[in-house]
C-alpha cells in the first residue's frame, strides 16, 4: 500500500513541525554548519510567520534565518527536503497504476524496453521545453519505475537508488535527439555549442532532480536524520582533497580568494598581538613600586616583527594534485601578508614554479597539469620519490630558506617504497624557522602501504589535512607572523 499524500500546505501539527525543524538543525550542524539556539528560535519564528501554504517561501525563509553563505546553501537545501517534503510515498501521479514486473528487471539483451521508451520520449519533449513540472513528475516516475531495489523480505534490504535508476533511462544520450528536434523547430537564436551547453544544464538539473526523489523515499524507510547525515553531500570546504571529482575541485578554486581574505584578517590579529612582545618582568616590578607592589601597567619587551618567508614544497602527482592546486592558489593570493613567498614543485625532481603561478593567474584551473607539463618536475619515471625530490631541494635550492623562513611540505609521503631520505629533510629543518608537513591522508592510514609518513613525522612536525576547512585552521595557526 502507498502512503497518502501530505501536501506542503497542510496544516501541521506544532509538535511535528519542531520535531521537523530541530532534525534540519541538528544534520545542518553534522555538516559544519555553525547554528546557535539564536538562529533556529529565529527560524522557527519564521516558520510561525510565513505558515506553510507556500513551500518554496518557506525555504527561503528558513535558508535567511539559518545560514551565513552561498556556499551552504546546497546542504541545506538537500537536508531540507528531506525533513519537510513535498509529498510522502509513492508520487501523486502515480498512484493507482500498476507497474509491471518489466519496469522494475531490466530487460534482457537486445528485447525492447517500452516503458523505458516512452519515458525518455517524453523526457527529451520536457527537456526541449524546458518543462519544469513535468520534469519533476517525471523524475518521481523514474525513480518508481527503475529505482527500487531489493525485496523488502530482509530488514534494511530493500531501498531506492537513483545511481540504478538513471543508469536505466540514460538521459544524457538525449543530447543529440533534443538538438536535432531543436533544430527542426527552427530555434536558430543560439549557436550549437551554445545551446549544447544549455541542454546538457536542462540534463543535470533532471538527475538532480531524481536523486533528491530517491533520498526521500530511501528517508521513509531509514529514517531522515540518517539519511541526511549520510547521503547528502557535505559544503564545499568540508570536501576530501583525495575524493573531489572534477567540479568540486573547481568550486573549491572559486573559494580561494574569500578564504584568503579571512585568513589574511586572522594573521593580521594575530601580527598586532605578536608587536606588543612579552612581559619584561624587571621593569613591570619597577612600575609596581609606585602602586605598592600591585603591577597595575605591566612593562612589554616591544619588538617590530618582521614579515616571515614562506617556502612551498608541493608533490604535485596525480594523487594529490588537487590538494596542492588549491593549497598553491591560496598561498598566492594571501602573498601580501609575507615578504617573500617561493613555491616549488616536485614528482621525483624539484623545480621553482613561483614565476608560473604568479603568470597562470588568468587560468587557475588547470594549475598543476601546466606544471606538470612546463616544469621538470620528474625524471625518467612519473612515480613520487620524496627521497630524491627533497635531496635535489636540498642541494640545488637550499639558499631559498633562512632563519625567517616557514617551510610548508604538501603531500601524502607516498614513496612507492623508494628511501625517504630523511637526512634531507633535516637539513631543511635545521636552516628553516619552522618547518610543517601537510598530509591529505588521515592519520590512521601513514602506517599502511607504502607511506613514509611517520619516518618524515620524527624530523618534523606533520599534520592531517584532508579539506579546506582544516586547511585554513593549520595555516591561521602555524604559520608565523
Not at 75 to 99: H, I, K, N, W
Not at 314 to 329: K, P, Q
Not at 335 to 360: C, H, M, P
Not at 361 to 368: P, V
Request: glycine letters at 8%.
Amino acid at each position: 500500500m502507498t502512503t497518502p499524500p501530505s501536501a506542503a500546505g497542510a496544516a501541521a501539527p506544532a509538535a511535528d513541525t519542531a520535531a521537523r525543524l530541530t532534525g534540519l538543525v541538528r544534520a545542518l550542524r553534522g555538516h559544519g554548519l555553525r547554528i546557535g539556539p539564536a538562529e533556529t528560535v529565529d527560524a522557527a519564528a519564521v516558520l510561525d510567520l510565513l505558515g506553510f501554504a507556500d513551500r518554496e517561501q518557506m525555504r527561503a525563509g528558513l535558508a535567511a534565518a539559518l545560514l551565513r553563505s552561498d556556499g551552504q546553501r546546497a546542504v541545506f537545501d538537500a537536508s531540507f527536503d528531506l525533513f519537510f517534503p513535498l509529498g510522502v510515498g509513492t508520487p501523486e501521479a502515480l498512484r493507482g497504476s500498476d507497474p509491471t514486473d518489466d519496469a522494475q528487471d531490466p530487460p534482457r539483451f537486445g528485447r525492447p524496453d517500452p516503458l523505458r521508451d516512452r519515458l525518455r520520449e517524453r523526457l527529451a519533449a520536457a527537456l526541449a521545453a524546458d518543462d519544469r513540472a513535468a520534469q519533476a513528475r517525471l523524475a518521481g516516475e523514474v525513480v518508481e519505475a527503475f529505482g527500487r531495489y531489493g525485496t523488502g523480505s530482509t530488514p534494511g534490504s530493500d531501498g531506492w537508488s537513483a545511481h540504478q535508476a538513471l543508469g536505466r533511462l540514460a538521459p544524457e544520450t538525449l543530447l543529440a535527439r533534443i538538438l536535432a528536434g531543436l533544430r527542426e523547430q527552427g530555434t536558430d537564436d543560439l549557436s550549437d555549442r551554445v545551446l549544447a551547453d544549455e541542454i546538457r544544464r536542462r540534463i543535470q538539473d533532471f538527475r538532480a532532480q531524481v536523486s533528491a526523489e530517491a533520498r526521500r523515499r530511501v528517508a521513509e524507510l531509514r529514517g531522515a536524520e540518517r539519511i541526511a547525515e549520510r547521503a547528502v553531500a557535505p559544503t564545499v570546504d568540508r570536501i576530501d582533497f583525495l575524493f573531489a571529482g572534477r567540479e568540486q575541485l573547481a568550486e573549491l578554486r572559486r573559494t580561494v580568494h574569500p578564504l584568503a581574505r579571512k585568513l589574511a584578517t586572522r594573521l593580521a590579529a594575530r601580527r598586532r598581538r605578536a608587536a606588543r612582545g612579552r612581559i619584561d618582568l624587571r621593569r613591570t616590578l619597577r612600575r609596581s613600586l609606585g602602586t605598592g607592589g600591585v603591577p597595575l601597567r605591566p612593562a612589554y619587551r616591544l619588538r617590530r616583527p618582521a614579515r616571515p618567508e614562506l617556502v612551498l614544497l608541493c608533490d604535485v602527482s596525480g594523487s594529490v594534485s588537487g590538494f596542492a592546486d588549491f593549497t598553491m592558489l591560496l598561498v598566492q593570493a594571501m602573498s601580501e601578508q609575507f615578504s617573500k613567498v617561493r613555491v616549488f614543485a616536485f614528482v621525483n625532481r624539484t623545480a621553482e614554479v613561483t614565476d608560473l603561478l604568479r603568470r597562470g593567474q588568468g587560468d587557475l584551473a588547470r594549475l598543476a597539469a601546466r606544471i606538470l607539463a612546463e616544469a621538470k618536475v620528474m625524471g625518467y619515471h612519473g612515480n613520487s620519490d620524496y627521497g630524491s625530490a627533497l635531496a635535489e631541494f636540498a642541494e640545488q635550492h637550499l639558499a631559498a630558506v633562512g632563519p625567517r623562513t616557514c617551510v610548508l611540505v604538501l603531500g601524502d609521503a607516498r614513496n612507492n617504497h623508494r628511501d625517504p631520505n630523511p637526512e634531507a629533510l633535516r637539513r631543511i629543518a635545521a636552516r628553516a624557522r619552522r618547518v610543517f608537513w601537510l598530509n591529505p591522508e588521515r592519520p590512521a592510514l601513514w602506517t599502511t602501504g607504502d607511506s613514509a609518513a611517520l619516518t618524515y613525522a620524527d624530523v618534523v612536525e606533520m599534520h592531517s589535512c584532508r579539506n579546506a576547512r582544516r586547511l585554513g585552521e593549520l595555516i591561521a595557526r602555524l604559520l608565523p607572523v
